[in-house]
């Protein structure tokens, strides 16, 4: 509730929290896992996205 009244959240979107914390986090796991992640582009119309793993070579 502090966060709404301070409006820290009203620049918020499911695209920014991709973006920002979800693309970053999968790329340190791609390291440990020694795997490469990748990521289609943001669609606005569906929010969908599609991820893919691949081998490294």
């Known amino acids: 509730e502090k966060g709404w ?3 820290i ?3 918020l979107t ?3 929290i991709h ?3 979800t693309i970053p986090r999968f790329l340190g796991y791609a390291g ?3 795997v490469k992640f990748v990521f289609s582009p943001w ?3 569906t929010r969908n996205i ?7 070579t």
Do not use: A
């Open 5 to 7: 009244k301070r409006g």
């Open 9 to 11: 959240w009203t620049t």
């Open 14 to 16: 499911e695209q920014k």
């Open 19 to 21: 973006e920002e914390w």
């Open 32 to 34: 440990h896992l020694q």
């Open 43 to 45: 669609n606005e119309v």
């Open 50 to 56: 599609e991820m893919s793993v691949e081998p490294l």
